[in-house]
């Protein structure tokens, strides 16, 4: 899992594999999830990188932003 945190007007960019996205809260995005268990990853990630800022020794480049 790699978890990333962008600037709201970075523009998005896929791949031949997609042909569309669709931004969601963590709610709406464990009422659409496709597979078990995505939503006990969704409650980490919200826990750890949503409502707190991530450990510095996860930062890449040491970046604070």
Request: aromatic residues 10%; glycine residues 4%; proline residues 5%.
């Amino acid at each position: 899992m790699i978890v990333g945190y962008v600037d709201e007007s970075q523009p998005v960019r896929l791949n031949h594999e997609h042909t569309e996205y669709q931004w969601m809260t963590f709610d709406e995005a464990k009422e659409n999830a496709a597979l078990p268990g995505i939503d006990d990853i969704l409650d980490f990630v919200e826990k750890h990188f949503a409502r707190l800022a991530p450990s510095e020794w996860l930062r890449i480049n040491g970046q604070n932003d």
